[in-house]
C-alpha cells in the first residue's frame, strides 16, 4: 500500500524533477492563478526598486518594456532573479533583506507575473535622438562628467546603461533635482548597500582641501575623486577633517538652463543607447 508521505514524498520529488527538467521554460507560464500569486510576491521582494506595477522606480528599471536588456527568456529572467546582476543592485535571491528568499515555484509566479504585465509594442521614442547627442556632448555640459560609450568625463557616472536601470522619470528627475536621490557607484557582495555618490570636502594633515566625490568606502579608507578627476586614496584618521553632504556634485538643470524640450532630446539620445 503507497502510505501518504510516500504518496507525498513522490509528488513533492516529481514537482521538484519536473522545475529542475524544465527550467528553460516557464512551467506555470499563462496560468493567472500564478500571476497573481507572483504579484504578491513582486509587491514584497521587488517593488521597492522595480516599482508598483513593475513600471520603474528610483532604484530599479521598468519591467514591463518589451525589450529588456539583460533578459529575454523566461530562463534568462530565472537566472538574474536567482543569482542577480553581479556589480549592479539587482540582488540575488535570499540577499539584501530578502530573508530565506523565494523558492523556485515562487521565481516561476513571479516570471509569470512579469509577462502578464509585458507591454506588447515599445513606446515611441519621445525626442530626437541626434540633437539630443548634440547637446551631451555640447551645449548642456553632460560629457564634461559623464561617460558614454567611452567618451566623456568621469566626475559622475557613465550613463551608456542607464536608460536600462532607470525609467525616464528617474532619469529627467536627476537632472531636474540631482540631490534628491543620488546616484548608486560601487556595488560589492561584501556591501550591504552600494556607494552612494556622496559629495565629500577633506582637509589632509597637511592643510591640502580636497573637494569631490566618493567613489568608496570603508571604516578606515575613503577614495574620492576630486572634481578635476583625480583620485585620492586616503586614511580617515591622518585626515583633518572631513565633511559629507548629500548635496550632489551635479549642478540642478532648472528648465531656463536646458528647456524641457531639450531635456527631452537628451533623454532620448540616452535612450537609445540601450538596445545595443
Ligand atoms: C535593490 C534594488 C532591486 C531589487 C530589490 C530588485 N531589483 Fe531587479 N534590478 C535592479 C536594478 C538596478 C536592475 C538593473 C541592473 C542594470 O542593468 O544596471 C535590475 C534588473 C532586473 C531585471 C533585468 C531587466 C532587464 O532589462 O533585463 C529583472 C528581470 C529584475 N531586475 C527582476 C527583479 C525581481 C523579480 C525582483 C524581486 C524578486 C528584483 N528584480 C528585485 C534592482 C533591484
Ligand atoms: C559638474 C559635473 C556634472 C555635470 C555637468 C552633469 N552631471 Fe550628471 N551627475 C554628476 C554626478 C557627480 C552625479 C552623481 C551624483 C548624483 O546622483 O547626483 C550625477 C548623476 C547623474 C545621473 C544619475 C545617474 C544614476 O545612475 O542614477 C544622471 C541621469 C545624470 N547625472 C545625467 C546628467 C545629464 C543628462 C547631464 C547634462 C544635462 C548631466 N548629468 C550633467 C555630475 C555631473
Not at 24 to 33: R, T, V
Request: with cysteine; glycine share 10%.
Amino acid at each position: 500500500m503507497l502510505k501518504c508521505w510516500q504518496a507525498a514524498l513522490f509528488a513533492s520529488i516529481s514537482l521538484a524533477f519536473s522545475l529542475q527538467a524544465f527550467a528553460q521554460k516557464n512551467p506555470l507560464a499563462g496560468d493567472p492563478k500564478a500571476a497573481k500569486a507572483g504579484e504578491s510576491e513582486f509587491r514584497i521582494n521587488c517593488a521597492l526598486c522595480h516599482g508598483l506595477g513593475a513600471k520603474g522606480g528610483g532604484r530599479g528599471p521598468d519591467l514591463t518594456r518589451a525589450v529588456k536588456k539583460h533578459t529575454h527568456t523566461d530562463a534568462d529572467m530565472f537566472q538574474v532573479i536567482s543569482n542577480g546582476i553581479p556589480g549592479t543592485a539587482m540582488p540575488a535571491n535570499g540577499t539584501n533583506g530578502q530573508g530565506v528568499g523565494m523558492t523556485e515555484r515562487e521565481i516561476w509566479q513571479i516570471i509569470a507575473y512579469l509577462r502578464s504585465q509585458e507591454v506588447k509594442a515599445s513606446p515611441a521614442s519621445l525626442g530626437n535622438t541626434a540633437r539630443g547627442k548634440e547637446l551631451f556632448y555640447g551645449d548642456a555640459n553632460c560629457s564634461m562628467c559623464h561617460m558614454v560609450q567611452g567618451k566623456g568625463g568621469r566626475l559622475g557616472p557613465d550613463l551608456t546603461g542607464v536608460a536600462g536601470s532607470r525609467t525616464r522619470e528617474a532619469i529627467i528627475d536627476s537632472v531636474r533635482n540631482p540631490s534628491r536621490r543620488l546616484a548608486w557607484g560601487l556595488t560589492e557582495a561584501t556591501k550591504e548597500f552600494p556607494q552612494e555618490y556622496e559629495t565629500l570636502t577633506v582637509v589632509t594633515a597637511d592643510g591640502k582641501q580636497i573637494k569631490g566625490v566618493t567613489l568608496n568606502e570603508d571604516s578606515f579608507t575613503v577614495q574620492i575623486m576630486d572634481m578635476s578627476e583625480n583620485l585620492h586614496l586616503l586614511e580617515k584618521d591622518k585626515l583633518r577633517s572631513f565633511q559629507k553632504t548629500r548635496e550632489s556634485a551635479m549642478p540642478k538643470y532648472t528648465t531656463d538652463v536646458l528647456g524641457d524640450k531639450d531635456l527631452h532630446d537628451v533623454v532620448a539620445f540616452l535612450t537609445s543607447l540601450e538596445a545595443k
